[in-house]
Each structure stands twice: as C-alpha cells, then as structure tokens.
C-alpha cells in the first residue's frame, strides 16, 4: 500500500484529531499572515509617500496677489515642478468641510484656514532637488512655511521597521506553535497506530516505509492551516476594506491590497514543510535509522 493511501486511511480513522491540529495551526498562521498583511501595506504606504512629491507652500495673510502671482509663474518655471496649484482660504475650508463635515469645522472662518500653493514635483526628482526648492521658497517674503511631509514619512518607515521586527519576532513563535501542534498530534497517532507499526516492522518493512504516512500526515496538518488562516484573512480583509473610506484612501494615496500570490503560496509550502519536519523529529525517538 502507498503512503498515500496510508496516510489516507490513517486520517479518516482519527480525523477528529487531525482537525484540532489543522484549527491549532490556522490560529499561528493567522496571526502570522495578519502580520504580513500590516507590513505589506505599510511598506506600499512609506514607498508611496517617499515618492508622492509634494510640497505645500503657506501663504502670509499680508501676501498680495501679485505676489502669488509671481511666485506661482517662478514655480512654474522651476526645474523639478511639475504643477503650482493656489489654494486660497475659502476653498481650503471647502475642501475640508466635504473631507470632514463637522459641526467644529463649521464654525470656524475662512481665514482659520490659511492659503497655500500645492506643489506637485517630476517624478523621479531628487532629495537634493527638492531641498534646493523648499529652500528657495523659504527666502520669499510672501511664503510663511513650507510642508514637506518628510516628518510623516520618516515616521511611517519607523513604524514599519518595527512592524518588521514585530513580524519576524512572531514567525519564529509561529514556527515554535506549529511544530508543537504537529509534533503533539503525531505521537497522539503514532501511539494509536502502535499495533499497525509492530506488525508492519515483523514483518521486515524498512523505517522509512513505516514513517513516510506519518510524515505525509503532518505535511498536510502545516500546509492546510497556512491555507484555512489565509482563506480566512481575506475574508476579514475583504469585509474591512468594503467598508474603508474612500476619502481615507485618497489621503493616504494607497489602496490597501492582500497578501501576493507568491507569499501565499511561500506561507503555505512554509507550512507543509514545518508541519513535515516537526513530524520527523517526534518520530526520530521511536524509529531506528
């Protein structure tokens, strides 16, 4: 008989247990696989933001509109630039009254919000090219401040930086569930099966001919519990992302986005072969080489 059909047989006749294990070890692959979603998609956000290019120039409230004028039409003729947009104080509380309608917006003036110039940069310009430009828009008697959103970004990279280590620190005690899980459920089996193997060793079968089932067995506990975690993962991220904010989305500039296929498909051969290898090791005791 193949081991195939061995291994077959064997979980038919304790498909109870083989299901606990399964759920076990969909429980660590599905913090694991939350994880890498979180990671994935920051690590989309800091590439976004790190090459958004763009500045918001604030206006003085004595600024004239010549002066705007000018300093648009510079602008506009500046290496680096690819849009100059003026954004005056009425239409910046428009704006953020259709983003955010609220009752403490409302009530604010128009000049609470202070006028600006969006500046779009060439994709692909250099840091050192913005530094010049954000650099001469500061010597303008008409420019207050200027935003360019490098704070934020550092902060996101930060972040994701020990989201990666969060990740990395989980895996191995992914990694450590797993192979508890499956180690537990083979001996359980190994135990159960304790007649089937002495018959099988009398009658002159090798170690590995009476292993390979068991091995087959645990394979499969890891691979199918990195598959139900993931099923499950896009299920709750398809739900929440039906309900994210459009507006949200916009701001941020990135649209969150499941796990890659080639991740899916590494997480579930990552089960198959720790399931497999926890298999072996609970097994080395008992079989001779």
Known sequence: MRAVQRAWRGAKSEWKAHAISVLSTSVAFLCLAFALLIVTNLGRLEQRWQTAGQLSAYLRA???????????????????????????????????????PTSLLESLPSAAFPASLEIELAEGVSADRVAVVVKQLQALPSIESVETYAS???????????????ALCLTFVVFLAVATVVSSTTKLMLERRRDEVEVLRIVGATSEYVRRPFLLEGAVQGALGALGALVLCAFVFSFLTSRFDSELMLLLGVEPRFLPLLMNLGLIAMGGVLGCVAAYLSLRKAFTA
Request: aromatic share 4%.
């Open 152 to 166: 934020w970004t550092a902060r996101v990279s930060r972040f994701v930086s020990a989201a990666n280590l969060v």
């Open 62 to 100: 004595d600024a004239t509109p010549i002066d705007v004028s000018e300093v648009v039409k510079a602008l506009r003729a500046t290496q680096g630039v690819a849009s100059v947009r003026h954004l005056a104080s009425e239409t910046a509380r428009s704006e953020m009254l259709q983003a955010s």
